[in-house]
C-alpha cells in the first residue's frame, strides 16, 4: 500500500511539473557561499497501542536548531535538539548538539579535513557523554532555496497572466541571488528595503522580454510578497548535496561514567536531492567499530532516510525511515530497529503547522508498536 501511495504521489508531481516546465534545474544554482538556519519550536501528543495495550501516552515538547554554512575554502554545521515531555507520570528529557567543521584542501575541489563534536544528555544522568570525531572526507552542500522561491514566482506569474513564458535560466538565478541578498539589502536599506528588493527582482523579469507590459503590476507584487514572506503558502528548504566521510571517533565521556574505551572507525555520508521542485530527498548513515580485539566483532550502524512532498503551497507531506543495527561483542545476532513515520503538514500561517502523524516501530525482538501523534509546530526562522 505504501508503495502505490509514493506511486501516485510521483505522478501527481510529474503532471504538476508538465504544468509549468521550468528552464532551470536545482542543481544550476552554484554559489561560491551557501548558507542557512532554522530554528522550530514544536509540542505533541504522542500514543501508542500494542495488541489491546496502551503503552505509550504522551505529550513533550522540542526545539530544533539547525545552521550551517558552506564556502570553497571552509564549512561548518551546528546542529541542536532539545526534548522534553511526559509518559504517564513520569518525566523526561533529552539533549543532543553536533557541531563540525570542515577544511577543504582546494577551492575548486570537494576534498577536505574535518573535526566534529557531539554532546548529549538525558533524563537523569549527572554527566555529559561526548564525542570527537577527526578525518577527511569528500562533497559539498548547496542551499537552493532562492532558486525554489524563484521558481514558485515564477509559477505564479504564469498562472496570473503577467509573463508570456517561462524565464530563462540566467534570469531565473539572477532572481535567486537577489533573494539569496535579502540581509544584505536590510543592512543597506533598513525599514524600505523591501521596495528596493522587489524592484531589483521586477528588473530582471522585465530585462527577460517576458514580461506583459512594463510592470509586473499590484497582483504581482502579491504573489511575490506570499512568496518571499511565506504568507498563505511556504516553500520547503532546498538542499541538494552530498558528503562521505571517514575517520576515527574518540569517546570523551559517557552518560554514567563507565570507561570510554578505545577509538572507533566511524564512516558516514550525507545526501540531499530535490526531485524537480516538489519533492526533497535526504539521506544519512554513520557506521563505526572499535578499533581494537573488537573490530567489527562489535558494530552499530544508522540509516536514517526523508521523503519530503508538497502536495500543495500549505499542504506537505513526509515519510521518514529509520534503521538501527547493533551487534555486541560476543553476541551472534544483530538487534535491528524500523522506524517508519508518515506525516501531514499544513501550512497555517505565520509560520505554524499542525501535523498529523502515524508510524510503525520495530525494535529488536520486541511486538510491533502502532503510533499515532498531532503536533504544533512554530519556525521562529
Same mark, same amino acid.
Given at each position: 500500500?505504501?508503495?502505490?501511495?509514493?506511486?501516485?504521489?510521483? #505522478?501527481?508531481?510529474?503532471?504538476?511539473?508538465?504544468?509549468?516546465?521550468?528552464?532551470?534545474?536545482?542543481?544550476?544554482y552554484?554559489?561560491?557561499?551557501?548558507?542557512?538556519?532554522?530554528?522550530?519550536?514544536?509540542?505533541?501528543?504522542?500514543?501508542?497501542?500494542?495488541?489491546?495495550?496502551?503503552?505509550?501516552?504522551?505529550?513533550?515538547?522540542?526545539?530544533?536548531?539547525?545552521?550551517?554554512?558552506?564556502?570553497?575554502?571552509?564549512?561548518?554545521?551546528l546542529?541542536?535538539?532539545?526534548?522534553?515531555?511526559?509518559?504517564?507520570?513520569?518525566?523526561?528529557?533529552?539533549?543532543?548538539?553536533?557541531?563540525?567543521?570542515r577544511?577543504?584542501?582546494?577551492?575548486?575541489?570537494?576534498?577536505?579535513?574535518?573535526?566534529?563534536?557531539?554532546?548529549?544528555?538525558?533524563?537523569?544522568?549527572?554527566?555529559?557523554?561526548?564525542?570527537?570525531?577527526?578525518?577527511?572526507?569528500?562533497?559539498?552542500?548547496?542551499?537552493?532555496?532562492?532558486?525554489?522561491?524563484?521558481?514558485?514566482?515564477?509559477?505564479?506569474?504564469?498562472?496570473?497572466?503577467?509573463?508570456?513564458?517561462?524565464?530563462?535560466?540566467?534570469?531565473?538565478?539572477?532572481?535567486?541571488?537577489?533573494?539569496?541578498?535579502?540581509?544584505?539589502?536590510?543592512?543597506?536599506? #533598513?525599514?524600505?528595503?523591501?521596495n528596493f528588493?522587489?524592484?531589483?527582482?521586477?528588473?530582471?523579469?522585465?530585462?527577460?522580454?517576458?514580461?506583459?507590459?512594463?510592470?509586473?503590476?499590484?497582483?504581482?507584487?502579491?504573489?511575490?510578497?506570499?512568496?518571499?514572506?511565506?504568507?498563505?503558502?511556504?516553500?520547503?528548504?532546498?538542499?541538494?548535496?552530498?558528503?562521505?566521510?571517514i575517520?576515527?571517533?574518540?569517546?570523551?565521556?559517557?552518560?554514567?561514567?563507565?570507561?570510554?574505551?578505545?577509538?572507533?572507525?566511524?564512516?558516514?555520508?550525507?545526501?540531499?536531492?530535490?526531485?524537480?521542485?516538489?519533492?526533497?530527498?535526504?539521506?544519512?548513515?554513520?557506521?563505526?567499530?572499535?578499533m581494537?580485539?573488537?573490530?567489527?566483532?562489535?558494530?552499530?550502524?544508522n540509516?536514517?532516510?526523508?521523503?519530503?512532498?508538497?502536495?500543495?503551497?500549505?499542504?506537505?507531506?513526509?515519510?521518514?525511515?529509520?534503521?538501527?543495527?547493533?551487534k555486541?561483542?560476543?553476541?551472534?545476532?544483530?538487534?535491528?530497529?524500523?522506524?517508519?513515520?508518515?506525516?501531514?503538514?499544513?501550512?497555517?500561517?505565520n509560520?505554524?503547522?499542525?501535523?498529523?502523524?502515524?508510524?510503525?516501530?520495530k525494535?529488536?525482538?520486541?511486538?510491533?508498536?502502532?503510533?499515532?501523534a498531532?503536533?504544533?509546530?512554530?519556525?521562529?526562522?
Amino acid at each position: 500500500m505504501n508503495g502505490k501511495i509514493i506511486i501516485i504521489l510521483l #505522478g501527481l508531481s510529474i503532471f504538476s511539473s508538465e504544468l509549468f516546465p521550468q528552464n532551470v534545474k536545482v542543481e544550476d544554482y552554484q554559489v561560491p557561499v551557501s548558507r542557512a538556519k532554522l530554528l522550530r519550536m514544536n509540542g505533541f501528543w504522542n500514543w501508542n497501542q500494542v495488541g489491546d495495550s496502551v503503552i505509550n501516552n504522551a505529550a513533550a515538547a522540542g526545539v530544533i536548531y539547525r545552521q550551517f554554512y558552506s564556502s570553497l575554502p571552509f564549512a561548518w554545521f551546528l546542529d541542536a535538539d532539545l526534548n522534553g515531555g511526559k509518559n504517564f507520570a513520569k518525566y523526561q528529557h533529552s539533549v543532543k548538539i553536533s557541531t563540525s567543521a570542515r577544511k577543504y584542501v582546494w577551492d575548486e575541489r570537494d576534498l577536505f579535513a574535518f573535526a566534529g563534536l557531539d554532546l548529549s544528555h538525558q533524563d537523569y544522568y549527572k554527566q555529559i557523554a561526548s564525542n570527537l570525531t577527526l578525518g577527511a572526507g569528500y562533497g559539498r552542500y548547496i542551499d537552493a532555496t532562492a532558486l525554489a522561491k524563484a521558481v514558485r514566482i515564477e509559477e505564479h506569474l504564469l498562472r496570473e497572466k503577467i509573463i508570456t513564458d517561462n524565464l530563462p535560466k540566467e534570469t531565473m538565478i539572477k532572481i535567486a541571488n537577489i533573494i539569496d541578498r535579502q540581509s544584505e539589502y536590510i543592512n543597506i536599506y #533598513g525599514e524600505t528595503y523591501e521596495n528596493f528588493w522587489l524592484f531589483d527582482i521586477e528588473n530582471e523579469i522585465r530585462a527577460s522580454g517576458k514580461l506583459i507590459g512594463n510592470h509586473v503590476g499590484a497582483i504581482g507584487i502579491l504573489r511575490m510578497r506570499q512568496v518571499l514572506f511565506n504568507i498563505n503558502e511556504k516553500v520547503n528548504n532546498r538542499y541538494f548535496g552530498y558528503d562521505v566521510n571517514i575517520g576515527s571517533k574518540f569517546v570523551l565521556s559517557t552518560f554514567d561514567k563507565s570507561r570510554v574505551g578505545s577509538p572507533n572507525l566511524s564512516i558516514s555520508g550525507r545526501y540531499s536531492y530535490p526531485l524537480g521542485w516538489r519533492f526533497q530527498l535526504n539521506g544519512s548513515f554513520e557506521t563505526f567499530t572499535p578499533m581494537d580485539s573488537m573490530f567489527f566483532q562489535k558494530i552499530t550502524t544508522n540509516l536514517n532516510l526523508d521523503f519530503i512532498y508538497e502536495l500543495s503551497n500549505r499542504i506537505n507531506f513526509v515519510a521518514n525511515y529509520r534503521f538501527v543495527s547493533k551487534k555486541e561483542y560476543l553476541q551472534p545476532k544483530f538487534t535491528i530497529d524500523h522506524i517508519f513515520q508518515t506525516s501531514f503538514l499544513y501550512y497555517l500561517e505565520n509560520e505554524l503547522y499542525f501535523g498529523l502523524t502515524t508510524s510503525i516501530q520495530k525494535l529488536g525482538d520486541q511486538k510491533t508498536r502502532l503510533g499515532l501523534a498531532l503536533t504544533f509546530q512554530y519556525n521562529l526562522f
